[in-house]
């Protein structure tokens, strides 16, 4: 599966933005995703994930009750809504997709090329 990421731009803080990542593949459904966000100088970090039927999320600490991460399978694409943003917000965000492969016995990744977020202050 193949992921592009998009939606990024700048925003005051307090402002909103919507981050989409469409798949390509008919697969798509039977991945769970979930996005990261790597900020300058800093590691890649986790931001929220959903399953492959979209009945589970689970977001990080810092953005629990801010972004809201949801899925549409027949459109193979996922979305992160983020309200209230804040200038520590400000990271390239990117989009992945995770199965377990029963031929390999080992987990399998995609990551998308990732969209940049900025929050002004």
């Known amino acids: 599966v193949q992921l592009q990421a998009s939606g990024g731009g700048l925003v005051q803080a307090g402002g909103s933005l919507r981050l989409s990542c469409a798949a390509s593949g008919r697969t798509f459904s039977s991945y769970a995703t979930g996005w990261f966000r790597q900020a300058p100088g800093k590691e890649r970090e986790f931001v929220a994930a959903?399953?492959?039927?979209?009945?589970?999320?689970h977001y990080a600490d810092s953005v629990k009750g801010r972004f809201t991460i949801s899925r549409n399978n027949a459109k193979n694409t996922v979305y992160l809504q983020m309200n209230s943003l804040k200038p520590e917000d400000t990271a390239v965000y990117y989009c992945?997709?995770?199965?377990?492969?029963?031929?390999?016995?080992?987990?399998?990744?995609?990551w998308g090329q990732g969209t940049q977020v900025t929050v002004s202050s």
């Open positions: 959903i399953s492959w039927s979209g009945d589970s999320t």
């Open positions: 992945n997709a995770r199965r377990f492969s029963s031929t390999t016995m080992s987990w399998e990744d995609h």
